[in-house]
């Protein structure tokens, strides 16, 4: 009978454990199984874990396994694996993708109540390279209501639980895809990022995710989509559990984009200039970093220092202190052809009746507001606010402006940057609304368009994931990514919520 040859490395993961950091492979040859018995098995993964974790939203099971038949016949028509890993490099490997974007005929709500109805009658880009690529989407996943806030929660799917401690967020706007990947639900993800929405689920949920520079890879399909000034600090990228899946990832979903990075690139660890900043300098706004964070990410660098013979500088960016300020001045800036930034109330109404904050506020407080409470309170988003004070917004744009070429200059063609990936492990459910600026650790590098690489480090004394960013200057993704590949030998990447 015809059965799948898993061709990649990435593949491999997918039915096998891993070898451990510094063993060889198993001394046998590729796995084989039927396309059809891998897609049954984590359709029945979700189905054991979905109950509790509320990740996937709307499942295409049925489609799921028609689709895996055909990658059985495919293969039992003997072309040569050669010709299949080059023109179809993910074939038969089942992805779950962020229900912010278009997946044809699955939901397209973001969250929305009035979006409830809506169905997708094409692909997004992204989601369209992928499927082209072989990949078999099992369903959408939750996100934040219009995707900007970091706890998925919402009035259309609930909210989703974090597989280490389901008392705890799994983060936003992509935390149901970092859900589902660290359950082990499935096996690449699809998500989106304008203030660390692939990064902080990615971080809380133990995986990998990696913001790539801005402009590498298109956001055409997905809702809300970005406009004016904020086309350039959202970026679509790619979320797993095995670092070595971003990269093939990352060229798929650019398609041709992927000619301005140098993914061809070969990296020699000795040779990056690592630069290491613990904290942001002690923002009013954010909360202090917590002790085994700092832990860890000082692991790191005696890691690299010691098996590398390198010296890590530590460095102080003193603007990095005022990086919510400058995030939220910039979002709220017009573009270069004059355009606003689109108000989070006309995306509310959805171009439907306008929302009004202090009506919605008192709605929700008798239980009768369709929204969740963070995006009433978004409504009332710095825009506003900066035409209260213009001087002072452009102030903190011009310091963004000049922080970007502060951190182009740092990092030059060789640097990579060590930043905390949030200043504590996964909150608690509806803790994020006491420290809503958390986030500013992340956002920073979407305004200033720096690719980052979220690396998992194991898990903390409570079993929860602790983690770091890798930052590198634009178009040098090939570095942050091969680190990544590195830390996740030495610390193991990784770990199933189980295991603790």
Wanted: proline share 7%; charged share 20%; aromatic share 8%.
């Amino acid at each position: 009978r015809a059965k799948v040859i898993l061709l990649t490395p990435m593949s491999v993961n997918i039915w096998r454990r891993r070898p451990r950091p510094g063993l060889t492979s198993p001394p046998f040859g590729p796995l084989q199984v039927k396309c059809v018995e891998v897609v049954e098995a984590y359709i029945e993964r979700i189905r054991e874990v979905n109950p509790l974790t509320n990740a996937v939203v709307k499942d295409r099971f049925e489609e799921a396994l028609e689709e895996a038949r055909h990658v059985d016949e495919l293969l039992s028509e003997g072309p040569s694996d050669e010709s299949l890993e080059e023109k179809f490099p993910f074939l038969g490997v089942p992805i779950t993708v962020k229900e912010a974007f278009a997946l044809n005929g699955m939901p397209n709500t973001s969250g929305l109540v009035s979006r409830r109805n809506v169905i997708a009658t094409s692909d997004a880009v992204v989601v369209s390279r992928l499927k082209q690529a072989g990949a078999i989407p099992l369903g959408v996943t939750n996100c934040s209501e219009l995707c900007m806030w970091y706890e998925s929660s919402n009035r259309v799917y609930g909210r989703t639980n974090n597989p280490y401690d389901l008392q705890r967020i799994v983060g936003g706007s992509s935390g149901g895809e970092g859900c589902v990947l660290a359950a082990a639900c499935s096996v690449i993800g699809v998500g989106s990022d304008i203030g660390g929405s692939i990064r902080m689920p990615a971080f809380f949920n133990g995986v990998f995710g990696h913001k790539p520079t801005t402009g590498v890879v298109p956001n055409d399909g997905q809702f809300p989509n970005a406009r004016g000034v904020r086309t350039s600090f959202l970026c679509t990228g790619p979320m797993c559990r095995y670092a070595e899946d971003l990269e093939p990832m990352l060229r798929v979903m650019a398609g041709p984009g992927v000619r301005k990075l140098k993914l061809d690139e070969k990296v020699s660890l000795e040779k990056i200039k690592f630069h290491c900043m613990d904290h942001d300098g002690g923002s009013i706004f954010v909360s202090p970093v917590d002790k085994e964070i700092l832990q860890v990410q000082k692991k790191v660098v005696e890691h690299l220092e010691g098996e590398l013979g390198i010296q890590v500088r530590r460095v102080a960016i003193h603007k990095m202190k005022y990086s919510f300020q400058i995030w939220s001045a910039m979002m709220s800036s017009k573009d270069s052809d004059g355009q606003e930034a689109q108000l989070f109330t006309d995306l509310l109404g959805d171009h439907g009746k306008p929302v009004w904050p202090l009506w919605e506020l008192m709605k929700w407080l008798v239980g009768m507001s369709s929204h969740t409470f963070p995006a009433i309170g978004k409504s009332e988003e710095p825009k506003k606010l900066v035409k209260l004070n213009p001087g002072g917004n452009a102030k903190l744009v011009s310091m963004g402006k000049s922080l970007q070429d502060e951190m182009e200059t740092l990092l030059g063609p060789d640097g990579v940057l060590l930043y905390p990936s949030h200043p504590t492990v996964a909150p608690k459910h509806h803790s994020p609304l006491c420290m809503p600026f958390n986030f500013a650790y992340t956002a920073i590098f979407n305004v200033l368009g720096l690719p980052v690489t979220q690396c998992p480090l194991g898990l903390s004394s409570e079993g929860l994931p602790l983690g770091i960013q890798l930052v590198a200057a634009t178009y040098n993704d090939h570095l942050t990514l091969t680190v990544a590949r590195y830390l996740e030998k030495a610390f193991g990447g990784w770990v199933f919520p189980g295991k603790a």
